[in-house]
């Protein structure tokens, strides 16, 4: 969904740099049109918890209440659209197509966050990073190809798992013909086989 046709602005962020902090004022909705961001919450051990990875065209820091909940991170150098919430609110108050658009966006939020709490709760560490790497082969993919934005670590903190567990198991699905690395970083993925992987996640 692209954001309505009202005045936005557009900021950089280079990679690394805090778009939005938890608790901060949600006084404006964001759109990724370039890099990617992580939205997550610091848990009280330190550790981190991410929520969710937006993508380019994805819409977030949509609340519900009058502060953000989670903290929005560029992962690389990022560009992202904003608008501000009084506007939409004042746009959707006579607009029946952008009230459409916005709870279609809510809806997919919200079915992202069942999701992902299925995920975390009920899933094996195979089984987690098979349904990550599904999530991504439908959201990046190119005939089967697609270059992860994010690091390990990242992917790590997403599925609750420890950065040698992701390894270990992205390693596992490498060796058993799932899926082919291009380049020395291993982030370009080449799926050789969804349904095996679908599988795994089932």
Known sequence: MPLPRVKFSEFNYKKGVQIFGENEPADYVYQVTVGAVRSYKLLLD???????????????????AAVHRFTAEAIVDTKV?????QSLDLIAEGDVLVVRDLLNTTA???????DHMLLLGRKNALERVAAFLLEMDKRLTKAGFFAL???RRDIADYLGLTLETVSRELSQLHDIGVLGFLGTNQRQIVLLDRKRLANLDS
Not at 47 to 63: C, M, N, P, S, Y
Not at 108 to 114: F, R, S
């Open 81 to 85: 659209r904003l608008v501000k919430r």
């Open 149 to 151: 934005p994010m690091m």
């Open 46 to 64: 330190g550790r981190r918890q991410i929520g969710a990875f937006h993508l380019v065209g994805d819409i977030f820091g949509l609340e519900n």
């Open 108 to 114: 997919t939020n919200l079915q992202h966050a069942e």
